[in-house]
């Protein structure tokens, strides 16, 4: 018979540590968390071989006081909480009071650090929950946590860490998401004596995205900010051709926590669902701020996880929140026949964490960048005015830098004026142009049928139109899908959907899971013409169905709507089955190297413009794309 053993202090620690130190990346997070409570204004962590070997963590923040630091080892020791009731509304990163115990029962921790009071600062050893006497140093004002050897006295764990790269890359990510949620902090990460990034903390978030995805991301984004009592989302939407074939560019951030939640993500990619393809997704970084009281993030020790008390509420808002502000904004892509060098990206010099004095930044629009001439980095500045005022001025003036065209002929002034406008031109970054607005008129304007040239049919597939300085392309596939779509939902809009009997009706088996999903949105199912009826023994027996839906598998059409309604964790109106309405519009589309007359492809376009979102297929797929003239003119240099 077994017999029960009462554990070691030491085993306990050891154990209660894997929940919360799974790899160095547990390490790193649980630490810059601390130093964001702390109130610090900089943070430089530096990682080495991973973080397996070294990690270090420094700060600015408000320091440990001499008589508590031992106390901050001990396991559920927390200045952040002090009772069961303070869950109810945890406002700081951390609060379960098991984070230096942990790292302190499985590596070598060393801590430095002094608050302001003080005059010294006190260093502090423990290595496998066993420490050292704190001694008296002289230190700057906050904290440095260095941690060595992680797993040393775990030869279990540690030989389950992945190689050092690949533990150094999953740092490297969380602490980008660190600088995402804080762009108020200055962050600086180090990685084998490497800088990866440095962020100015300047509190400017698209700065910070400038820094960590580069100009073509920053590019694309869609400033977004929206709020009512107690809830509040800010940050930038990306323009749906930056959409990813994964999830990993979806950041979002609760009350300045990086965590993964099922309702937010689907909303938000609920919102871009007109907009983007299946199977791909947007880009964005928000913050969302919702009240404390209505939220748990006490679901595991890692706090990646996030519970909502109004979930569906919060999943209807974000959806058409997202939505209805992707619609005011011109979404037809803009190709480019020539790709334009772009400014490479470096680490600008930022302030360290122990320093008192900082620069301060010079910046009227972070959302623009010049390039210095001097270091040819990108650099924040005041707005850079545009180049025909800057060349009135040299024109005027006659003088670039240290040089003067003075006296000369004419002539010679001309020439030296010319060489002084080409060595002006060549400090000045011109970017490339971008599409604000589409001229002062708008290609999508019913009003502007009048005006746009239909030019013809290429590849039997898309339609050329022309129409003031652009030329547009027209997937005439893409098109006529969209307008089948809408013409659909309107239908079901306005209770207009025709039905078509079956005869011999169709007969399908549901489970009791499937049985509860069908009696749930059985009301939908009437609003698109579905007539359901038991047949006994759990079959149902479909008698009808939309006439658009008629000869296009009607039972695996069916069945395909009650899956996905079956997996749909949110409640709400099933846009599942619009997504199946998305489908047929596909099917019954014109397809393409199909040849369409001039007359059908003029209807075609005049209704597509007259819809809401022209701009994507049911599908996300773009439906129409345009070219500038001053692209083409570039390609036949007459732009040079």
């Known amino acids: 018979m077994p017999v029960i ?58 320091g440990i006081p001499k008589d508590q630091v031992q106390k901050a080892f001990l396991r559920h020791a927390t200045s952040k909480i002090t009772s069961i009731e303070d869950l109810n509304r945890v406002e700081s990163l951390g609060f379960r009071g098991e984070a230096l115990s942990s790292i302190a029962a499985v590596a070598q921790v060393e801590v430095l650090t002094k608050t302001k009071e003080d005059l010294t600062g006190v260093r502090y050893c423990i290595a496998g929950g066993k420490a050292e006497e704190p001694e008296e140093v002289g230190l ?36 980008e998401h660190l600088a995402l949620s804080r762009p ?85 990619e609920e919102g871009y669902r007109a907009y983007v393809m299946q199977h791909k997704f947007p880009f964005f970084v928000l913050h969302f701020s919702i009240a404390p009281d209505t939220i748990d993030v006490n679901v595991h020790p890692a706090k990646m996880e996030i519970r909502l008390n109004n979930g569906s509420a919060l999943y209807e808002k974000i959806s058409r929140w997202v939505s209805e502000h992707l619609h005011q904004v011109e979404l037809i892509p803009n190709v480019r026949l ?32 010049k390039v210095a001439a001097a270091d040819k980095r990108a650099t924040e500045f005041p707005k850079v005015p545009k180049v025909q005022d800057f060349l009135h001025k040299i024109t005027q003036n006659k003088v670039i830098g240290n040089e003067t ?44 049928v009048k005006d746009y040239q239909i030019l013809g049919q290429i590849f039997n597939t898309y339609w050329l139109v022309a129409f003031q300085d652009k030329l547009f392309i027209i997937d005439q596939h893409a098109a006529h899908e969209k307008v089948k779509y809408e013409r659909l939902v309107k239908e079901l809009e306005r209770k207009e959907v025709s039905s078509q009997m079956l005869n011999p009706p169709v007969i399908v088996n549901l489970t009791g899971k499937e049985e509860t999903v069908l009696e749930r949105y059985l009301p939908y199912f009437k609003e698109m ?36 309604l079956s997996a749909k964790e949110v409640a709400g109106t099933p846009e599942t089955v619009l997504q199946k309405l998305a489908s047929m519009a596909c099917k019954a589309a014109v397809k393409g190297n199909h040849r369409m007359d001039r007359r059908e492809a003029e209807t075609l376009i005049e209704e597509l413009l007259s819809l809401e979102n022209p701009y994507h297929c049911p599908h996300g797929r773009p439906t129409i794309i345009s070219m500038s003239k001053y692209e083409i003119e570039k390609k036949f240099k007459r732009i040079v």
């Open 405 to 448: 065209a003075a006296g000369g002929s004419p002539d010679m002034e001309r020439e030296q004026l010319q060489a002084n406008v080409i060595k002006a031109k060549e400090h000045i970054l011109v970017e490339k142009p971008t599409q604000l607005g589409l001229f002062e008129e708008n290609f999508l304007f019913k009003e502007s």
């Open 5 to 62: 053993n009462v554990l070691s202090q030491s085993t306990i620690d050891k154990i209660a540590a894997g929940e919360v130190v799974e790899r160095p990346l547990s390490v790193v997070k649980e630490l810059t968390e601390n130093a964001i409570d702390a109130k610090a204004k900089a943070i430089t962590v530096e990682i080495k071989d991973g973080g397996i070997s070294l990690i270090r963590v420094t700060d600015n923040g408000c």
């Open 140 to 175: 700057p004002e906050g904290t440095t946590f260095l941690v060595r050897n992680l797993f040393f006295n775990t030869p279990v764990r540690k030989k389950f860490l992945r190689q050092p790269q690949t533990e150094g890359g999953y740092v490297s990510d969380m602490m």
């Open 338 to 369: 020539v790709e334009e060098k772009t400014v490479p990206r470096s680490v600008a010099k930022t302030p360290e964490p122990f320093e008192v004095r900082r620069n301060a930044m010079l910046m009227e629009d972070a959302g623009e960048y």
């Open 529 to 564: 013409g579905f007539e359901v009826e038991d047949f006994g023994g759990g079959a149902k027996a479909i008698r009808s169905m939309p006439v658009d839906l008629y000869g296009n598998s009607e039972k695996e059409l069916f069945m395909d709507i009650l899956d996905e």
């Open 184 to 268: 108020d902090i200055s962050i600086k990460f180090m990685q084998n004596g490497q800088v990866k990034f440095h962020t100015s903390g300047n509190g400017n978030l698209k700065e910070v995205i400038y820094r960590i995805y580069g100009k073509d991301m920053t590019d694309g984004l869609i400033p977004f900010e929206k709020s009512e009592e107690g809830f509040s989302i800010s940050g930038f939407l990306g323009k749906p051709e930056l959409n990813r074939s994964n999830r990993n560019f979806e950041v979002y951030f609760v009350n300045g926590r990086y965590v993964k939640n099922d309702v937010l993500t689907k909303a938000l």
